[in-house]
């Protein structure tokens, strides 16, 4: 045997135990044969075993397999086949292992190319490469599905792309949930950003279209598309949105971060903004038609506006709270809606309310502290119905109510107004223009008029128009009738002739000035039963003139006690009923109050002067009689 190596034809090895084949100097056991068969286990106690182009090196106490590339060729393979030769095709595994296996600590398994531009990784199945691990660290996924049930890592920015190296921009990406494409399976697809499962720190998520003009994102449930993100930044969601909670508030918000008021957010119904077609807009809160909906304007003068048609501004809530309505009216289409004021939940509020049954029966009630103050009707004249257009109503609670008040604060010389206009195109003499209506209930609960006050256009003429005021009341049940009447010449007039008096027992005027005194009526045609006065100077003399002061005031009165008088009369035989100078009225609380018409003492004091005039001149007939002779 040589020093360094030696050569054999044929080496067989039998026996028990631990066959050893070495070479003590170190140097290196080279097996040149056609057919090299090792059966059980070979152990290599030196650094490397070759085969051929095939080496088992010992490397940091690492074994690693590769080919033999001493000769300078970059194009060598490793092959590892587990269905026998390369020439057979049978369907055996490849087990790629590292340390513990068979336990929950398995090794990893680390597959390197080489380091050329060509250097890549690949899988193939039936002789197609399935997977392809680039030079540059892409990933390629070609001619079928490709099903992973964990986790897939991309770090440094790794994406998941089409190959478009033929030039289409048609290729697609498709990540499915539900199995393989032609699976109909309803699994999700969950894309997530880093710290995946992390309250608040959850990585973000970003999707890309292409370039050209149709590229769209299209998120589709059942086949139909849900939401479409247009190359344009548009989204289009073609059902229902749902939002998910985030203190307590779900928000869509415009992005501020550049620092500006003015971004707006538009939720079209109509499709695009240039699209005028007149789809509808729904924002409703949760339990549809009962939640509730809150709009906020920005803080720096913003206001809410609701624009119709032409985008004009309807409806406007400004900055301060107002709330303004443009150009239209204010309707509401349902009966017995109206505008209720304070705090909502209070039963005491202040509304308006406006009532319609039809164009003939429709009225709007003013109401504060829950009850009903004033009623605009249309005019019903029922019995159980106000009798007029405006119904002013009052609790009725005995105390002074202020049911109906005209302010104004203007310091010049107009106050404020209550203008009524009558616009007749055809206006007559005597027409009643104006007319306020003073109306209660009867015993019977029946709306009754009480007074009225009119205005009578007496001459409609525009060269002197004229017209008077008239005052009515009720008395029993003949309705209301004119009691007095100011003239449009300033006369006041009582509404019927020696009818109405001016005052009574119980209520009298204190001092009436004037500049003539009052002018009775002395006509003859007015008078019978006429007769010489039967009274005269015996009934003069019978009277007790006296002087005194009215109780509660300081001036001293002359004149005559009434009760004197009644006493004369009577010792006369009259009656005070048939006495006219002596008024006798009993009152409400059965006193009784007196009063003189001290006109009606004029006749009789007359008569007392005739009387003495009389015997004044018999008297000076008989002093010249006497004095003759």
Request: hydrophobic share 30%.
């Amino acid at each position: 045997m040589a020093d360094k190596s030696f050569g054999v034809k044929e080496l067989r090895i039998t026996g028990t135990g631990t066959p050893t084949i070495e070479s003590p100097g170190g140097g290196n056991l080279n097996l040149n044969a056609a057919t090299s068969t090792f059966s059980g286990n070979v152990s290599v106690t030196g650094n490397d075993l070759s085969v051929g182009k095939f080496k088992i090196k010992q490397f940091s106490d690492n074994p690693i397999l590769h080919t033999n590339t001493s000769d300078g060729n970059d194009n060598l393979y490793l092959g590892l086949n587990g269905g026998g030769a390369t020439s057979t095709a049978r369907g055996g595994g490849i087990f790629f292992i590292g340390n513990e296996y068979g336990s929950n600590l398995g090794g990893t398994v680390q597959l390197y190319a080489g380091n050329v531009s060509e250097g890549d990784i690949l899988l193939q199945t039936q002789g197609s490469t399935r997977v392809k691990i680039d030079y540059d660290g892409s990933v390629e996924f070609s001619g079928g599905d490709v099903t992973i049930d964990q986790d897939i890592i991309l770090s440094n920015g790794g994406g998941i792309f089409s190959d478009s190296n033929n030039g289409s921009d048609s290729t697609v990406v498709q990540l499915n949930g539900g199995g393989g494409g032609g699976n109909s399976r309803g699994g999700a697809v969950v894309l997530y950003g880093n710290e995946f499962g992390v309250s608040g720190l959850e990585g973000n998520v970003l999707i890309e279209a292409g370039n050209v003009n149709n590229a769209d994102i299209n998120f589709k449930t059942g086949g139909d598309t849900r939401i479409t993100i247009t190359k344009g930044g548009s989204i289009k969601f073609h059902s229902s949105l749902h939002f998910s909670v985030q203190s307590n508030l779900y928000k869509i918000t415009t992005d501020t971060s550049d620092g500006s008021d003015n971004n707006s957010i538009l939720i079209g119904g109509g499709g695009e903004p240039s699209v005028t077609r007149g789809a509808l807009v729904h924002i409703n809160g949760n339990e549809l038609n009962s939640g509730r909906l809150d709009l906020y304007a920005g803080n720096n003068n913003g206001s809410i506006r609701f624009l119709t048609g032409a985008a004009s501004t309807r409806v406007e809530i400004e900055s301060d709270g107002n709330v303004r309505v443009s150009d239209e009216n204010l309707k509401f289409d349902t009966t017995g809606k109206g505008i209720i004021f304070g705090n909502h939940g209070e039963s005491d509020r202040p509304s308006i309310i406006g009532n319609y049954t039809s164009s003939t029966d429709n009225n709007i009630v003013f109401s504060v502290e829950g009850a009903e103050r004033v009623r605009i009707t249309s005019g019903d004249n029922s019995a159980t119905n106000p009798q007029g257009y405006l119904h002013v109503k009052g609790d009725g609670d005995g105390s002074i109510k202020k049911f109906f008040i005209i302010e104004s604060t203007h310091s010049g010389y107009f106050g404020p107004n209550l203008v009524m206009q009558h616009k007749s195109s055809s206006p007559a003499d005597n027409d009643v223009i104006s007319q306020v209506h003073f109306n209660g209930l009867d015993d019977l609960n029946h709306i009754t008029n009480y007074a009225s006050i009119d205005v009578q256009a007496t001459d409609v003429s525009d060269s002197g128009p004229k017209g008077d005021m008239i005052f009515n009341t009720r008395k029993d049940n003949v309705g209301t009738i004119e009691k007095l009447r100011i003239t449009s010449s300033g006369q006041t007039l009582p509404g019927a002739d020696n009818t109405y008096d001016l005052g009574s027992s119980a209520k009298r005027w204190d001092d009436v000035y004037a500049t003539n005194g009052t002018i009775q009526t002395s006509d003859r045609n007015y008078k019978e039963n006429i007769l010489e006065s039967d009274l005269g100077l015996d009934f003069i003399n019978k009277l007790s003139p006296k002087s005194f002061k009215f109780k509660g005031k300081t001036r001293t009165h002359y004149g005559l006690i009434a009760q004197d008088i009644e006493t004369v009369i009577t010792d006369l035989g009259k009656t005070t009923t048939e006495f006219a100078p002596l008024i006798k009225t009993t009152l409400e609380d059965e006193t009784i109050n007196y009063g003189l018409r001290y006109t009606e003492f004029i006749s009789p004091i007359i008569k007392a002067i005739q009387e003495l005039k009389a015997e004044n001149d018999s008297l000076k007939a008989r002093i010249a009689t006497l004095e003759g002779s």
